[in-house]
């Protein structure tokens, strides 16, 4: 969940009202926010920076407010304030257009190289615009709030920013080799390369985290005027030249992107939210976009869009009693224009600054929100049921209090693993393995869903090898296997395993353990007269167990499971002195 900083005193100026903390922090969960913090401009920038102190950082008090991820048009004040205003039914609900001219068109043409890098690029132009200091530094920090968010750090979405009149029309956005790119990037003082501006930035705090994105492909993206003077890289940097100051009056929005839907979104809020401060409010200039096979587009379109839903339902589904008039104006509150027709129904307007508003659960929420969650009553269905638990459930507890009765203590380990431990400690082949990888892993243990329970528990008994002899652990949790035939790529399976470690391998305690849960679930040994759905093991070779002292478990003519003692290697690579002997079956055939 994204946090804005706000100045306390320039958010209540704009409300037109003081308010004490307390009542803020009401009003913000009202209206499905929360107040996080309440500190200072220096305090955060002590937090922030490492710094023990600073007489020249301003002490203003600063509200630290959370904001719904999908809520992209309240990440500045800009946007906060008028969506409060209007929940307060203080101001009216803006109405956006936007204009294209007749003459002095922005154009952007597109060549083929680019599609090979940044494949999208749309655009908008705010013209006769006024900036303070404070709407200047919250328009960079917007861009900032939604290159984190919704751009993902620069690799969806990169927004750029220009002073219009310092370049010239038609713009051309391209992609060509870095030693082939050469202006003067933002606040700096020569001209470089792109080659050079990659290794410039290299160490640079902020930027160095965008350089990956761009840096292995042969052509990096560039945008230009006429002139052929370059507005930006992107995602990297912006030009100097066209750079926006305080008294710039036109500027160009540009954003490229891998995403086009997203980088609508982006420009979108943009636009939307400080188009209050051009002459002619809440009106945003298109731009002409040519692709390379000669489709034109222009952006943005600003569209509003009519969704219809059924008053009773809705406020059946939230469980309050209102009319279709009432509910019309919980909704404007949040900023959607609602109107009453026939039938019960409304019909919803909803604004280019709502792009969080998907489903018509979603309009729900938002009628929750402006009724209150806290006035909506408490009820007991009116509908009993009786409760029953998941067989698989069951199972896995009734088999987990067998194995506590035998001796045995559950251990509860982490469903992600790192690769060695699924294949290299165990003496398998990870190519081998049907197994679910995570693509950017946070730290070296967690690369992998794990298929097996066995690396979790020998884990466990490293970490408790100081603890007397014998070890007898076991787990009954899900593993992950990759399959292309369902849905979702993957699929769970519930194992039972169960490892005992003594100063002999104890097999025959292994062993033990599995007949008496199969006898528990009343499965008889095979019989080739009276039971051939019946269990047995079936000698097999298997690189995590000692040669010749590992079966396999078959019943209802198919494999569910390996038991044996753990090769010497698989044991030392786990950290471990004595020897183990394992058990790990499927229960999901016993159901």
């Not at 009432?326 to 900023?335: F, G, H, I, T």
């Not at 209090?401 to 982490?414: K, P, Q």
């Not at 039971?531 to 079936?538: E, P, T």
């Amino acid at each position: 969940m994204p946090t804005i900083n706000v100045k306390r005193d320039l958010l209540f100026k704009t409300l037109g009202k003081t308010y004490s903390d307390t009542e803020f922090q009401n009003l913000c969960f009202d209206f499905g926010l929360e107040l996080d913090e309440v500190t200072t401009e220096k305090q955060v920038v002590i937090n922030e920076q490492n710094l023990n102190y600073s007489t020249e950082i301003s002490e203003e008090v600063i509200y630290k407010i959370d904001i719904p991820a999908n809520r992209y048009d309240l990440l500045c004040l800009e946007g906060l304030a008028p969506a409060l205003l209007i929940f307060l039914n203080q101001l009216d609900i803006p109405r956006y257009t936007t204009i294209f001219p007749s003459v002095n068109r922005q154009k952007i043409i597109m060549t083929e190289q680019c599609v090979k890098v940044r494949g999208h690029i749309v655009a908008a132009v705010l013209r006769d615009i006024t900036f303070t200091k404070d709407s200047y530094n919250s328009f960079i920090d917007l861009q900032e709030k939604l290159h984190q968010n919704i751009g993902r750090k620069r690799s969806l979405i990169s927004i750029g920013t220009h002073d219009l009149d310092t370049v010239k029309s038609p713009f051309l956005y391209d992609a060509r080799p870095p030693t082939n790119i050469y202006f003067k990037p933002l606040n700096q003082d020569k001209e470089y390369t792109a080659e050079e501006i990659m290794n410039l930035y290299n160490n640079h705090a902020q930027l160095k985290q965008y350089l990956h994105i761009i840096k292995d492909s042969p052509v990096y993206p560039v945008v230009e005027d006429s002139n052929g003077v370059v507005l930006s890289l992107p995602p990297i940097i912006n030009g100097d030249h066209s750079k926006i100051t305080l008294s710039t009056k036109n500027i160009l929005i540009e954003c490229t992107a891998t995403d086009l839907t997203k980088a609508k979104i982006a420009l979108d809020t943009i636009v939307c939210t400080f188009s209050q401060y051009c002459k002619i409010k809440y009106t945003v200039e298109m731009v002409e976009i040519v692709y390379p096979d000669k489709q034109v587009f222009h952006y943005p379109d600003l569209k509003y869009r009519i969704e219809e839903i059924d008053c009773e339902k809705a406020t059946k589904y939230i469980g309050i009693k209102q009319t279709a008039e009432e509910v019309a104006n919980l909704l404007s509150r949040m900023s959607l224009k609602t109107s009453v027709k026939n039938n019960n129904k409304l019909n919803i307007e909803v604004p280019p600054t709502r792009h969080d508003v998907i489903h018509t659960c979603d309009i729900y929420e938002d009628i929750a929100i402006a009724y209150g969650y806290n006035k909506i009553q408490k009820t007991i269905p009116y509908l009993s049921t009786i409760a029953e638990e998941f067989p698989l459930n069951k199972l896995s507890d009734q088999l987990r209090i067998e194995l506590a009765c035998a001796g045995f203590t559950e251990a509860l380990t982490f469903s992600l693993c790192s690769r060695e431990d699924v294949a290299d400690k165990l003496g398998q082949e990870l190519l081998n393995i049907p197994a679910v990888h995570i693509s950017n892993p946070k730290t070296l243990e967690f690369q992998i869903a794990r298929t097996t329970l066995i690396p979790g528990l020998l884990k466990t008994l490293a970490a408790n090898k100081k603890m007397p002899l014998p070890h007898k652990l076991f787990e009954i949790s899900d593993i992950i296997l990759k399959d292309d035939n369902v849905e979702v790529g993957a699929r769970n399976n519930r194992h039972l395993c169960a490892v005992y470690c003594n100063t002999f391998d104890g097999f025959e305690i292994i062993h033990g353990l599995l007949d008496r849960m199969l006898q528990i679930l009343e499965i008889l040994p095979w019989s080739s007269n009276k039971n051939k759905n019946g269990y047995y093991l079936r000698a097999v070779d298997d690189p995590t167990f000692f040669s010749h002292r590992c079966a396999e478990i078959l019943c209802y003519g198919k494999v569910i499971g390996k038991m044996g003692v753990l090769h010497p290697d698989v044991v030392s690579r786990f950290e471990l002195n004595t020897p183990c002997s394992v058990l790990e079956i499927d229960i999901e055939c016993f159901l």
